[in-house]
């Protein structure tokens, strides 16, 4: 046996200061958000029982844990208080306490996150897998290997395991259904997570998208579909910027309870194309001022506000663009899937279905046909949200049967319609023409005059299917206001509950 194996993996230091903040906070051991047990101490018996004492004691309700109390704890067993006694326990437990009476909660993340990196890399030795690229105690310079560990998180080691098994999956594993489950298993634990945690995600632009598909939910796949030049882009780029920015209106910045890091995978854009709309949509400034360089004072102001949000610390790192002309399975599902593991990215935008060149060469020797292909990837797009339960949102152009028509579907996809058999949300947003525009026209009175329709035709687990969602939408702007929903012929049509998105607002320093 190798050396290294011999070797513990484990620093007591660390396990020493862990012990004492839990003795002077015991409420930390019985948070979500840190996750301890007798494993994590080792096979050091002294501090696997410091570590049991402190963990029964916490839950007995103390909300201080001093030296005589674990000492009394552990009198109670003898042969345990005896090695207690035997390894000097009392006096450490002493040196802790002592040493952690003013302590730190960031040096106690730093010594948690150490012990469980140690765990993790025991119990992957314990299995056979060889941990040498992220430790390796046996190294002649282990100053230089102390500093690189001390880089690495939980999550660098467990990503990178998880890339290693997705590439040889990718390429010798193809996905299969899991076995069956009794109904009855899990529902009460199910409808209790429920209650507490509702399944609706952060919020689309526009309060009547937003209801009926009760937002952008993680694990879902939407897709947006539109004729050519339509503005798929604008709207697709539109919510993504609503998920990592907040907007500028007048003299007031709106923000989201909380902002999000996204992927915007472009296929037809340029990059500075797309910065232009983004700088557009925080700021308010129509595209156009911004490409001619016609901005007034105001708008310039507005503008160099909008540049101050995208460079700020807070929000620099949340919006990254991909530029891909011509996509393949492959490549869209290992970048897609390296941003989500290494970067933690929840909120992808794929814009959008197309048969580009690198497609249809990825299947050329297999003959496949082109709607195959093109179903292909809208399942691999679905895939990836389920397995890694992000939200992902894409769309394609659509055929030339949409025209003319009241009620708009999956048949009118260019293509293949059965790119939306996978999707979770299905929306064909057209701009209104004149015979539409009369149809709402009463309506339109009251409640504003609308530019696109978005019909709302598949809506998997919501009760808001069929419907259109008449809007307003500056295309200049990438900004949205919802007006009024009606049914596919036009009669107006109530959400039942509608959802809202309170943004917090500041003025400008």
Same mark, same amino acid.
């Given at each position: ?10 620093? %007591? ?28 101490? &080792? ?12 963990? &029964? ?9 001093? %030296? ?72 002649? &310079? ?29 390429? +010798? ?112 400034? +129509? ?162 005059? %609308? ?37 596919? &012929? ?20």
């Amino acid at each position: 046996m190798e050396r290294i194996n011999k070797i513990p993996l484990f620093d %007591p230091k660390s396990a020493q200061y862990i012990l004492g903040c839990l003795m002077h906070t015991p409420n930390l051991i019985q948070t979500d958000k840190y996750i301890l047990t007798v494993d994590d101490f &080792n096979e050091n018996n002294i501090y696997k029982l410091i570590f049991g004492s402190i963990y &029964n004691l916490s839950f007995a309700g103390l909300k201080i844990i001093t %030296p005589q109390d674990i000492d009394i704890s552990l009198s109670s067993v003898t042969n345990s208080y005896d090695n207690y006694i035997k390894e000097n326990g009392k006096e450490l437990v002493e040196l802790i306490y002592e040493m952690t009476e003013e302590y730190d909660i960031a040096q106690f993340e730093y010594c948690y996150e150490r012990i469980k990196k140690f765990s993790i890399l025991r119990e992957l030795r314990k299995n056979g897998i060889d941990i040498k690229s992220f430790y390796n105690p046996d190294f002649l &310079n282990q100053e230089e290997e102390e500093i690189k560990f001390n880089k690495l998180t939980t999550k660098d080691i467990l990503n990178s395991l998880r890339n290693k098994i997705q590439l040889i999956e990718n390429k +010798n594993v193809s996905k299969q259904a899991d076995t069956s489950h009794n109904a009855s298993v899990g529902m009460r634990d199910l409808f209790n997570y429920l209650k507490l945690n509702p399944e609706v995600g952060i919020p689309f632009e526009g309060q009547y998208i937003y209801s009926a598909t009760r937002g952008c939910r993680k694990g879902k796949f939407y897709l947006y579909s539109a004729p050519s030049g339509g503005g798929k882009t604008r709207t697709m780029l539109e919510n993504a910027c609503a998920i990592a920015f907040p907007y500028i209106d007048g003299s007031k910045i709106y923000y989201r309870q909380q902002h999000y890091p996204v992927l915007f995978i472009a296929t037809e854009m340029t990059y500075d194309e797309i910065q232009t709309l983004i700088l557009a949509h925080i700021s308010g400034v +129509n595209e156009s001022k911004i490409l001619l360089g016609q901005c007034d004072l105001e708008e310039t102001y507005r503008i160099n506000k909008a540049l101050e949000i995208l460079e700020s610390e807070e929000f620099k790192n949340n919006f990254i663009i991909e530029c891909i002309p011509n996509p393949s399975i492959q490549l869209l599902k290992s970048m897609i899937t390296n941003y989500i593991l290494n970067e933690d990215i929840e909120y992808i935008f794929y814009d959008y279905i197309f048969s580009s060149p690198g497609l249809l060469d990825e299947y050329r020797s297999i003959n496949l046909r082109e709607d195959v292909m093109l179903m292909m990837l809208s399942n691999t797009l679905k895939e990836i949200a389920a397995t890694y339960n992000v939200f992902v949102m894409s769309g394609t152009q659509l055929n030339g049967t949409w025209e003319g028509k009241c009620a708009r579907n999956a048949n009118m996809l260019r293509g293949s319609k059965a790119i939306a058999d996978k999707i979770d949300v299905g929306m064909i947003g057209v701009k209104l023409d004149e015979d539409e525009l009369q149809m709402v026209e009463i309506i339109s009175q009251e409640k504003g005059t %609308p530019n696109i329709v978005i019909d709302i035709y598949k809506n998997r687990r919501g009760a808001m299917c069929n419907i259109k969602v008449f809007k307003y939408f500056d295309y200049g702007t990438c900004r949205t206001k919802d007006l009024f929903v009606t049914t596919q &012929n036009y009669k107006t049509f109530e959400l039942t509950e509608i959802l809202q998105s309170i943004p917090i607002i500041k003025d400008f320093k």
